[in-house]
């Protein structure tokens, strides 16, 4: 915050520039890296989906009103937290279009 050079108020003090501080390491803590990336997306082709994933592109293809919440309701009861569910929803939806854009375009 920059400094108005008086002795009382919000920004008080002796004025003074703001100095570029380098990155901490744990700034890019959770970030993807390319290699993770990778090895994962390796793995999704080998293994496939899981039991529990299937369903949920079951859920996804049969579609429905509500489709998005069961699909949540479902994760969540799964994989214990809300933003593990809504994450593992888009992988799916991701997942399900991929599979759809290859479909048309073998056709």
Do not use: W
Not at 14 to 19: G, I, N, P, S, Y
Not at 23 to 28: F, I, L, Q
Not at 47 to 76: C, V, W
Request: glycine share 10%; hydrophobic share 35%.
């Amino acid at each position: 915050m920059a400094r108005n050079g008086l002795a009382k108020g919000a920004n008080s003090g002796f004025v003074t520039e703001q100095r570029e501080r380098a990155a901490r390491p744990s700034r890019s803590k959770g970030k993807l890296g390319k290699r993770t990336a990778l090895c994962r997306e390796i793995a999704r082709e080998v293994a496939g989906l899981s039991p529990y994933e299937r369903r949920i592109l079951d859920m996804i293809k049969t579609g429905g009103s509500s489709a998005d919440k069961r699909i949540y309701k479902f994760a969540k009861r799964r994989l214990g937290s809300h933003k593990r569910a809504v994450a593992k929803r888009e992988d799916i939806k991701a997942v399900n279009s991929k599979m759809r854009a290859k479909q048309a375009g073998a056709n």
